[in-house]
């Protein structure tokens, strides 16, 4: 941090947010560097407006300093796209303070929020009045509305009720010129031309911020059941899946599957948290019906699905929570796989999709060319199975230095992977967005058509390349 450069800018950013706001001593790393640990950046400041009024002015001062910035909310993000560079010119805009729910209209079943807003602090807004906000992810306790929607955050009920994106009816976003344009209408329909909104979503802090958003609601379930269940293969894991959209239908709002390696590391990192079933079937699954009737009801639906599911073979043993802090408990030992693996170390991580149809022979073919050309390699294997998508991790060889596997096999393997991906019909990015981790992988896998018009967007609506600059797009 170099309090010398730009003194005069830094100067009038003091003026606009309060000079508490604006950070440039001590120890930033928590806004400074990544979730993973990938980066250490440096900021010129870290800068925390408290309305909208005060970012478009904060921009303005950018663009008038030509000094670019950097939209971080939760800085929980996977990809390494919200912290800053290592140049220490830029300005990490941290949205947190903006964290106010502005109206929630229960006729219209929306919610009007901040950026900053941390998802759980809305859930359990919407929850104390009624409503349900579905977004969940296991990030959510620190995780904002702004950087969910900046990477179109998907988590674990995409299944039934979409990703950001499919939840967001509009947005009020602060340009790259600093102008505000508020698009909080709130409307399930409205043709009046480029839907500017979807430009936006998932732009990962390259085009605007998100200031605030108009979220959809529903209503709260009257009861949610969640069942673990042991499956003898991936394609078996795909036949309880097929089996469960038969018998739930809308019902089915959560279907997630770990391998028996990724629940190894959660026994062996969080001994506490009783992972069902010791032995070792090659898979598990968590799956949840929610059901707007009763909570018999959504048992018997759920009981009738195991039932059948086991007769055929499918699923080769099962519990049922009986209550919700064993739901909880059992969701709780799906989301622990991500800190489980970084204890365990730094690991390679590909957050891939593939049509459910095809990923039992994605991970057959893929698991054997990983380990013929990297021996050893332990695969971490786990994901949103309802939605297509796979945290197709790999951590490095019992023992092995994950620094040096990191450095030396990272490249390699995701060449391999991605490959394979590509093979397939899939995506490089199922949920988790481009950052600067996967810019240069995007370059190879998008094709050069998508890739002109988003370079043309960006240059439309961001001329100086001022708005999180080097992250999605090399230009
Ligand atoms: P940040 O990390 O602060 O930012 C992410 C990106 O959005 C950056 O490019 C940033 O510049 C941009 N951004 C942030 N705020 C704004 C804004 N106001 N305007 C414009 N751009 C902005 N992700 C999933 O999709 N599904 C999961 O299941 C999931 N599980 C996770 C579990 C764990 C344990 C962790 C650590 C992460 C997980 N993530 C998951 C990744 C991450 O939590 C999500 O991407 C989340 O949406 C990021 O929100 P954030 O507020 O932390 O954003
Ligand atoms: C999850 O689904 C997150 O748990 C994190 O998206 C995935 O760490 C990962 O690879
Ligand atoms: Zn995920």
Same mark, same amino acid.
């Not at 502005?102 to 950026?115: F, H, I, K, S, Y």
């Not at 929570?321 to 489980?340: V, Y």
């Given at each position: 941090?170099?309090?010398?450069?730009?003194?005069?800018?830094?100067?009038?950013?003091?003026?606009?947010?309060?000079?508490?706001? /604006?950070?440039?001593?001590?120890?930033?790393?928590?806004?400074?560097?990544?979730?993973?640990?990938?980066?250490?950046?440096?900021?010129?400041?870290? /800068?925390?407006?408290?309305?909208?009024?005060?970012?478009?002015? +904060?921009?303005?001062? %950018?663009?008038?300093?030509?000094?670019?910035?950097?939209?971080?909310?939760?800085?929980?993000?996977?990809?390494?796209?919200?912290?800053?560079? &290592?140049?220490? =010119?830029?300005?990490?805009?941290?949205?947190?303070?903006?964290?106010?729910?502005?109206?929630?209209?229960?006729?219209?079943? *929306?919610?009007?929020?901040?950026?900053?807003?941390?998802?759980?602090?809305?859930?359990?807004?919407?929850?104390?009045?009624?409503?349900?906000?579905?977004?969940?992810?296991?990030?959510?306790?620190? %995780? *904002?509305?702004? #950087?969910?929607?900046?990477?179109?955050?998907?988590?674990?009920?995409?299944?039934?009720?979409?990703? &950001?994106?499919?939840? %967001?009816?509009?947005?009020?976003?602060?340009?790259?010129?600093?102008?505000?344009?508020?698009?909080?209408?709130?409307?399930?329909?409205? =043709?009046?031309?480029?839907?500017?909104?979807?430009?936006?979503?998932?732009?990962?802090?390259?085009?605007? /911020?998100?200031?605030?958003?108009?979220?959809?609601?529903?209503?709260?379930?009257?009861?949610?059941?969640?069942?673990?269940?042991?499956?003898?293969?991936?394609?078996?894991?795909?036949?309880?899946?097929?089996?469960?959209?038969?018998?739930?239908?809308?019902?089915? *709002?959560?279907?997630?599957?770990?391998?028996?390696?990724?629940?190894?590391?959660?026994?062996?990192?969080?001994?506490?948290?009783?992972?069902?079933?010791?032995?070792?079937?090659?898979? %598990?699954? +968590?799956?949840?019906?929610?059901?707007?009737?009763?909570? *018999?009801?959504?048992?018997?639906?759920?009981?009738?699905?195991?039932?059948?599911?086991?007769?055929?073979?499918?699923?080769?043993?099962?519990?049922?929570?009986?209550?919700?802090?064993?739901?909880?408990?059992?969701?709780?030992?799906?989301?622990?796989?991500?800190?489980?693996?970084?204890?365990?170390?730094?690991?390679?991580?590909?957050?891939?999709?593939?049509?459910?149809?095809?990923?039992?022979?994605?991970?057959?073919?893929?698991?054997?060319?990983?380990?013929?050309?990297?021996?050893?390699?332990?695969?971490?294997?786990?994901?949103?199975?309802?939605? #297509?998508?796979?945290?197709?991790?790999?951590?490095?060889?019992?023992?092995?230095?994950?620094?040096?596997?990191?450095?030396?096999?990272?490249?390699?393997?995701?060449?391999?992977?991605?490959?394979?991906?590509?093979?397939?019909?899939?995506?490089?990015?199922?949920?988790?967005?481009?950052?600067?981790?996967?810019?240069?992988?995007?370059?190879?896998?998008?094709?050069?058509?998508?890739?002109?018009?988003?370079?043309?967007?960006?240059?439309?609506?961001?001329?100086?390349?001022?708005?999180?600059?080097?992250? +999605?797009?090399?230009?």
């Amino acid at each position: 941090m170099s309090q010398n450069k730009h003194p005069e800018f830094l100067q009038s950013l003091r003026t606009i947010v309060g000079a508490t706001n /604006v950070l440039t001593e001590g120890d930033l790393s928590a806004w400074e560097r990544d979730w993973r640990k990938r980066e250490h950046g440096r900021a010129l400041a870290v /800068v925390r407006p408290g309305n909208t009024d005060e970012v478009a002015r +904060v921009v303005q001062a %950018c663009a008038a300093a030509q000094i670019s910035l950097v939209p971080q909310g939760g800085n929980t993000g996977m990809v390494v796209g919200s912290t800053p560079d &290592t140049s220490g =010119n830029q300005v990490l805009l941290s949205l947190t303070r903006m964290n106010r729910i502005r109206q929630l209209d229960a006729a219209n079943l *929306t919610v009007t929020v901040e950026a900053g807003c941390v998802l759980q602090a809305l859930q359990e807004a919407c929850e104390a009045a009624g409503f349900l906000y579905p977004l969940s992810m296991a990030s959510e306790g620190s %995780c *904002t509305v702004g #950087g969910n929607l900046g990477t179109n955050a998907g988590g674990t009920q995409v299944v039934r009720y979409g990703n &950001t994106r499919e939840l %967001c009816l509009g947005l009020e976003v602060v340009s790259a010129a600093g102008e505000v344009w508020n698009g909080l209408s709130g409307l399930r329909k409205d =043709n009046t031309g480029y839907d500017l909104r979807h430009l936006f979503i998932g732009s990962e802090g390259t085009l605007g /911020v998100i200031t605030a958003a108009t979220m959809k609601l529903f209503p709260m379930p009257k009861a949610m059941m969640t069942a673990f269940a042991s499956v003898p293969s991936l394609d078996a894991a795909v036949t309880l899946l097929g089996l469960a959209h038969q018998h739930l239908s809308a019902g089915l *709002t959560g279907f997630e599957v770990m391998s028996a390696f990724a629940l190894r590391l959660v026994r062996k990192h969080f001994p506490q948290l009783n992972v069902p079933f010791a032995s070792d079937d090659p898979f %598990c699954v +968590v799956l949840e019906v929610s059901d707007h009737d009763s909570e *018999t009801h959504a048992r018997t639906l759920l009981e009738s699905l195991l039932e059948e599911a086991l007769q055929s073979g499918c699923v080769l043993d099962a519990v049922v929570a009986g209550n919700i802090t064993q739901a909880r408990a059992l969701w709780h030992i799906r989301e622990s796989i991500p800190l489980a693996q970084a204890q365990e170390g730094l690991n390679i991580k590909h957050d891939i999709s593939i049509a459910v149809s095809r990923i039992p022979d994605f991970v057959r073919e893929t698991d054997a060319a990983i380990q013929k050309a990297f021996p050893g390699a332990r695969m971490v294997n786990y994901g949103h199975l309802g939605d #297509g998508n796979l945290h197709y991790n790999v951590q490095a060889p019992e023992g092995a230095d994950a620094e040096a596997f990191l450095r030396d096999q990272e490249k390699p393997m995701n060449a391999l992977v991605y490959a394979q991906v590509d093979r397939y019909n899939g995506s490089i990015s199922a949920e988790h967005g481009i950052g600067s981790l996967k810019r240069e992988k995007l370059a190879e896998h998008k094709s050069p058509v998508a890739l002109g018009m988003m370079r043309a967007i960006k240059q439309a609506l961001d001329p100086q390349n001022l708005m999180n600059p080097g992250r +999605v797009l090399k230009l």
